[in-house]
């Protein structure tokens, strides 16, 4: 019997990051727009990356700067899908962290907006 796999949660964000391929000297650059527990969007110029191919992701949360290993699953003319290669608990948990950053960041400002609109009426 054949086993059905749901896609993760993804949570939509616009996250700035810099990257480097495995045997690359020089870091090149994206943002992630969607990310899950298994991996992400990276909008980046893919005219130099292959699908298979091994990256670092470095980026920076709450001032703490953060580096997760990836594979290019696949690639188009917008960017790659990424999917996370974990090393240990600790980068699961980065990955976890950035999600609830990124939820709780939209969920203050859905606040806010809320005390606002209920002001204005």
């Known amino acids: 019997m054949e086993e059905t796999k749901t896609p993760a949660r ?6 700035s990051i810099s990257f480097k391929k495995n045997y690359a000297r020089n870091d090149s650059s994206g943002t992630l727009s969607n990310i899950s527990i298994t991996g992400a969007f990276l909008k980046t110029d893919t005219s130099r990356l292959q699908e298979n191919e091994k990256i670092a992701i470095y980026f920076e949360v709450s001032g703490r700067k953060r580096k997760i290993h990836a594979n290019i699953v ?8 990424i999917s996370f290669d974990p090393t240990n ?7 976890d962290d950035l999600m609830y950053f990124v939820e709780s960041s939209r969920e203050n400002r859905r606040s806010l907006l809320d005390t606002i609109f209920k ?3």
Do not use: Y
């Open 10 to 15: 993804r949570i939509p964000l616009q996250l």
């Open 89 to 95: 608990n600790r980068d699961v948990q980065i990955i």
């Open 74 to 81: 696949w690639k188009n003319s917008f960017g790659a899908g």
């Open 119 to 121: 002001k204005a009426a």
